[in-house]
T-cell receptor, first 113, second 111 residues
Framework: DVKVTQSSRYLVKRTGEKVFLECVQDMDHENMFWYRQDPGLGLRLIYFSYDVKMKEKGDIPEGYSVSREKKERFSLILESASTNQTSMYLC????????????FGPGTRLTVL | KQEVTQIPAALSVPEGENLVLNCSFTDSAIYNLQWFRQDPGKGLTSLLLIQSSQREQTSGRLNASLDKSSGRSTLYIAASQPGDSATYLCAVLNAGNMLTFGGGTRLMVKP
């Protein structure tokens, strides 16, 4: 079974802190994704990566950066957390083909105070 | 820009009913359409994936259809059970390998 794990289920940070969210997949997938999910706004793509050290901006990249130094690991970085980044963050991974579904992690609920 | 809409936003049915969830999308140039299930506070679980060249996919009590030319998909759930209660999301895969999600349908199946 594909497994996508995220470093924390719940996280509370202060405004201005640097925040790291980590995601690890065990299926040698090429693609990895970070989404945020908010009531009324649905799931929105922040960044995705199609290979090590490669990244593409999604719909809402402002205020975020990402890092993919190894194929299995994709990190989302909030350089200076703000209250409007309080959200549920979901990581996903998939193979490179159009027949490949995305597999999601359990999510990290981040609260920025 | 692709937009995906799901109707209804919420649905409550008695156990045993057959039901249909609807999904529509604005740009028919898709590679595939996927249906996911999300339980409260959890991640998404893939249910069905329909390639753009396919018309439908089935898995157990679930059947998803795709009409690419009209920009519509339906998810049919037969003989619903309380365990089916969840939010159901559809998403389309466009060029650039990005999924665009609908807002979801929150389903409650009452015993």
């Amino acid at each position: 079974d594909v497994k996508v794990t995220q470093s924390s289920r719940y996280l509370v940070k202060r405004t201005g802190e640097k925040v790291f969210l980590e995601c690890v997949q065990d299926m040698d997938h090429e693609n990895m994704f970070w989404y945020r999910q908010d009531p009324g706004l649905g799931l929105r793509l922040i960044y995705f990566s199609y290979d090590v050290k490669m990244k593409e901006k999604g719909d809402i990249p402002e205020g975020y950066s990402v890092s993919r130094e190894k194929k299995e690991r994709f990190s989302l970085i909030l350089e200076s957390a703000s209250t409007n980044q309080t959200s549920m963050y979901l990581c996903a991974s998939s193979g490179a083909g159009t027949t490949d579904t995305q597999y999601f992690g359990p999510g990290t609920r981040l609260t920025v105070l | 820009k692709q937009e995906v809409t799901q109707i209804p936003a919420a649905l409550s049915v008695p156990e045993g009913e057959n039901l249909v969830l609807n999904c529509s999308f604005t740009d028919s140039a898709i590679y595939n359409l996927q249906w996911f299930r999300q339980d409260p506070g959890k991640g998404l679980t893939s249910l069905l994936l329909i390639q753009s060249s396919q018309r439908e996919q089935t898995s157990g009590r679930l059947n998803a259809s795709l009409d690419k030319s009209s920009g519509r998909s339906t998810l049919y759930i037969a003989a619903s059970q309380p365990g089916d209660s969840a939010t159901y999301l559809c998403a389309v895969l466009n060029a650039g390998n990005m999924l665009t999600f609908g807002g979801g349908t929150r389903l409650m199946v009452k015993p």
